[in-house]
């Protein structure tokens, strides 16, 4: 388990990531996490459920993560990208075992945030999670 922490820290060491999660898909449990944001169990299966049905959501639609209401920009079988009105935003990528959720806070770090999504979803590929 320190492993997995580790390996999600690195992603707030950039300075664009504030939180970052890695979730078990299988049971929706929460295997690894860094950053202050907290996400409930109902928080971890409307995401599951917007990869769910991905084809299903458009960019009008949007998905409410603990008091905050994100509207989706885009949504395909392996991410999530999505935005509150404040500009902040989450970001969600889905691997063969685990989706991994990063949030950002300020829309300057939206591109870092990716970045960073797209390397530890790239790593857990990797390792066949």
């Given at each position: 388990m320190?492993?997995?922490?580790?390996v999600?820290h690195?992603?707030?060491?950039?300075?664009f990531?504030?939180?970052?999660?890695?979730?078990?898909?299988?049971?929706?449990?929460?295997?690894?996490?860094s950053?202050?944001?907290?996400l409930?169990?109902?928080?971890l299966?409307?995401i599951d459920?917007?990869f769910r049905h991905?084809?299903k959501?458009d960019a009008v639609?949007h998905?409410t993560?603990g008091?905050?209401k994100?509207?989706?920009?885009?949504l395909d079988?392996?991410?999530?990208?999505?935005r509150?009105?404040?500009?902040?935003?989450v970001m969600?990528?889905?691997?063969?075992m685990?989706?991994?959720?990063?949030?950002?806070?300020?829309?300057?770090?939206?591109?870092g945030?990716a970045?960073?999504?797209?390397s530890?979803?790239?790593?857990f590929?990797?390792?066949?999670?």
């Amino acid at each position: 388990m320190a492993d997995l922490e580790r390996v999600m820290h690195t992603g707030t060491l950039t300075g664009f990531v504030s939180s970052s999660y890695l979730v078990r898909r299988k049971d929706k449990r929460i295997v690894a996490r860094s950053g202050s944001c907290e996400l409930c169990a109902h928080d971890l299966v409307d995401i599951d459920r917007c990869f769910r049905h991905e084809s299903k959501v458009d960019a009008v639609s949007h998905v409410t993560l603990g008091e905050t209401k994100y509207k989706i920009v885009r949504l395909d079988a392996s991410a999530l990208y999505a935005r509150a009105e404040d500009k902040s935003g989450v970001m969600a990528a889905r691997t063969g075992m685990h989706v991994i959720i990063n949030f950002y806070d300020v829309p300057e770090a939206a591109a870092g945030c990716a970045e960073a999504l797209a390397s530890l979803a790239e790593y857990f590929k990797e390792k066949g999670r």
